[in-house]
């Protein structure tokens, strides 16, 4: 069983894997950070989306073994302690989530998407969470975090 | 996934060692990962090229821009600098798919809904190999057929940059995949019209090529009769309805190149 | 008095840090010690005999714990999964449910049928197993359309249902509907298609099984929308223990819009398996799994014929459908296409007249149920297009003849022909509400601009009713139900004040966490932090109905109230003993209990704690203060409203843009305004997921699922919905304590008929549902 180390919400981890788990598996199973989820097995729904080396990705559609080396960061590294990310900040201060079942990739794809697009409106936005299915809001308040979270992050 | 070896050679040499009958390249890996994960595939060693250096990058070469294999869609939408290919590259799939899917994938897999062989193809391009230099409108044989070798590796498609070109999409409301993408290009060859999709591999349509070349205009469209005739036919799409939407993706194209 | 916490205040959710920060704990983030995985073998047929089943080879495959099948099911005495719904066929006999076990016995009916569960230490080995196991099918034919099923010489589904006719039941005056007809000045009729969907809860169904020998006790924890009645009919029906050794726990769920009210195959063998390993069991669904095997919705064919005098008034309203039941009945299955259906196609109209007969027939799918609305929406979209049909083809503009057919704002109680009694509604209110807010009066010139882009511009009304809270007992007892629709709450303040609220009610997503603590924090004046909403452990709380059909406010929040009226009695008598005044003298209000006339006091946090130190206590009360009240409802609540969509068609490619969408929504009082709009929103995009993107195909040659993925299921994604202009009316509900009418289902069941309204108003014809790019283009195109 090959060894795979990386770096996960800042700490370095290793451990044993088969090269046939998937990077979610290795989060959720081997690191127990369950709150990235499995909501398809088609690589669209966007329940398993964190961070690789600073970009958005679904960790359902990646070997835990093809992020060696890589420095992730899942949902449960978002917040610098008690002090909650303004995306998370957003969606609670804006109703952008109701199950909370799509809610983790929901932010994770929103963050990488601020850090990445100025000026986001709501069209943009929309664009954007493409890779993303939420099933219970209508996405329209969960459009208005996105863009409320961008206004606080861009200052 | 049933049970694999993985390899990730740091040398297109080392990479080229380990391809055998029995093993398969992992690029990006967002088709090859859903089949394994479906257990549709069984093979024995994944070899991943993600730790050759040299195959990834998007390098503007005089006339032509040279795309390494491993170079993801989002780096060529970010960075190419014909705008229609990164256009094209900026609306496959999702963020997340951009963020890791690649060009030699999805060129090497030759999806029949893919969007990269409508820019091969329209643009003229040239995919590179370990071994030699495939033109565009050799590459791509049929459905998920390309004339690559067993033990072939792409290292770049190089595109020579069009005088203008233009791809629109239109999307398969359910997976994002094109139902039909045309790509139509002003090149210093003529003008091409690549169409993917629509039939079991991407293809030129050789009628409003001849069209365009003598009036680059929409209305030099209106009176070809595209065929349904050996076009897809599935839930989303007639053959009928894809004959139709090469026609007003052609002229749209057109008229977005000609502004 | 409206607080920054009480009722009619958008509270931010309590229950949304825990999701944000990704410590929700769903079903799948759970393990135990030592648990194994399950992995169902499925049918790939759609119908066919198994002539052989062999596990050798799995037995003997690595990790594998074992196999399990119907016959040992059956062995152990494990009954059949039930419908609890009976209903009874115009002859009068009862409908036809064949037994339906848990895992597969001799035959399997669609694809994805669970024949065997292989337990293993891993999935991966569970998995690696499970190709192992070796079936000897004998295809069958098979029939998937219910149109085909109930046709003549049709394949035979189960022996014992000759035809695949489940039941054919009727409601209302069938002569006076077709006096009506025959009468009647103008005459639309229409074939209509409620197109099968699915789901698709964004969690996927799931369970973890565990034993305890020390105790007997199986705790089975699931994705369940009501952990006590799946408590209950697994105790009852199919006796996998005794009501009190069985413990059922739904944490957080991660969406369930009907699909998780069920008692399916996967978690009855779990619960049932574990004692029999002694090993706790896992199963999780793959989504490839939800598709085929969570139950599906809708699927309805229909004739409906319309009669209107020549004002456009409504005379009478004939219906007849066809209602496709999959293989089996699942738990209420027999109810949505006949007592949520039937029921309420009176609409929001006067109708002297209806009467509808539904036909349900077996096919070679996966079981259909209800999912958001249930009926209802099926309902609404055949009153709503029917009428909208019958404007244009009179030539009355469709917001006008609504007008001419809405019941009046003093007319009620007003009783339909289909034995409903609305309480309450000012239908026309809303009309001109959304009217207003669409600018209707300037459509025409917004349709002239598109038309010199190219596009189709269209313009459909939707003025929906729908019934929630189903209840009262009694009534649903009389109609069929096999259990009692009402809910419990207990209000349990500990010594310090603060307050935890155990309620029947189950949110997968609604917000109850918040709302629930509002209602406690208005009437009692705690503060909202202190209050805390425990729910889904049967374990915890008391007996509980749970949450479908927009229940949980009306009837849920009801059985708080109640409750809370019991606090406030006992805490009246302590503060009456406490400033010694007398029970009479004292008044409530938010949790301060004062003396009339004076300025003695006691705050409900006071008389907490002398219930629970009772040191100066009245000799004829209980010490401590946790009450437990039952509310069983006095009618169905009404909540209704009118949707107007604003759609523009690009007749090049069939591609439909919505460009507005107003919405004017009477849920009589709103606890929470934020988390009422979110329900709308999510309810709209799944109405118009229907209409527009989704459909359930079965392709008709192979029975296979053809729509078993994201890649071919077409979910509403953020860039296919507009953002959505909601209001609300507030007409109070007059038969429920709060007043509330119930909001959950409204936008899916107002939405199809809007929507297709406006892509018929820009056709210019009739298209049924869903509107792809491809149909609307061929309409377009008169192909």
Redesign the interface.
Known sequence: M?TVSMTVNGKQVSADV???T?LVTFI?ENLR???????????????C?VH?DG????S????A??A?GAEIT???G??KGSD?HPM?KS???N?G????????GM?M?AV??VNKQDNLD??S???????????????????KSVKAAAQEMEG | ??????K?PSTLDEAASLINEDSVL?AG??TL??T???RLAQPET?V?L?AIDSLRGVCPDGDKLAIGAMTTH?EVANKATIPALASLAGGI?????R??GTIGGSVANNDPAADYPAAVVGLNAVVNTNKRAISADDFFVDLFETALDEGEIITNVTFPTPDAAAYMKFDNPA??YAIVGVMVAKTSGGVRVAVTGAGPCVFRQSEMEAALSGDFSPRALENINVSADGLNSDIHASAEYRANLIKVLAKRAVAQING | MTTETGIGASV??K????????????L??ITKPGQTYGYFVRSPHAHAKINNFDATEALNAPGVVAVLTGPDLEADGIGPIICGWGITSKDGTPHKAPAHPALAIGHVRYVGHQVALVVGETL?EAKNAAELVEIDYEELPHVVEVGDALAEGAPQIHADVPGNLSFDWELGDKAAAEQAISNAHHVTRMDLRNNRVIP?????RAALSEYDMGTDEITLYTTSQNPHVHRLVLSAFNGVAPEHKLRVIAP????G?GSKIFIYSEETVCAWATKKLNRPIKWTA???EAFLSDAHGRDHETHAEMAFDSYGKILGLKVSTKANVGCYLSTFASAVPTYLYGTLLNGQYTMPAIYVEVQAGFTNTAPVDAYRGAGRPEATYVVERMIEIGAREMGIDPGEIRKRNFIAPDAYPYETPVIMTYDSGNYALAMDKAQEAIEYQGFEARKAESAQRGKLRGIGYSSFIEACGIAPSAAVGSLGAGVGLWESAQVRFNPTGSVTVFTGSHS????HETTFAQIISDQLGVPIDQVEISHGDTGKVPFGMGTYGSRSLAVGGSAIVKAVDKIVEKSKKIAAHTLEASVEDIEHAHGVFSVAGTDKKMTMAEIAFSAYVPHNYPADVEPGMDETAFYDPLNFTFPAGTHIAEVEIDPETGTTEILDWVAVDDFGNVINP??V??QV??????GIGQALLENCVYDKESGQLLTG???DYC?????D?P??RVQTINTPCTTNPLGVKGCGEA?AIAAPAALMNAITNALGKEIDMPATPEKVWRAAQDL
């Open positions: 090959p088969e090269p046939n998937l959720r950070l369950t709150g990235t989820h499995v909501g398809c097995d088609t690589s669209q729904c966007g329940a989306v690789v970009n958005s990705a679904k359902c559609t990646m070997l073994v093809q060696e899942t949902i449960e978002l917040a909650l998370q969606f609670q201060e109703h989530l109701q199950c909370g079942f799509c809610t983790t932010i794809t990488d998407m709501d069209a936005i929309r664009k954007g969470l493409e890779g993303n299915i939420c099933r219970c809001t209508g996405y329209q308040n969960i459009v | 996934m049933y049970d694999f070896d993985y990730r992992l890996g967002h990962l859903p394994l994960k479906q994944l991943d993600s989002a799939g999702d963020p997340q798919v963020n890791r997976s994002r | 931010r959710r229950e949304d840090k825990r999701f944000i920060i990704g410590k929700g704990r769903y799948d983030d991966q698709n809860a964004m969690e996927p957080d769920v991660g969406g819009f793959e989504r490839s997968h997503g609604q917000g934020m988390i709009e979110g929103h999510g309810g709209l995009a799944q993925s994201y890649m979910m509403p994604r953020a860039d919905l953002t959505f936008g």
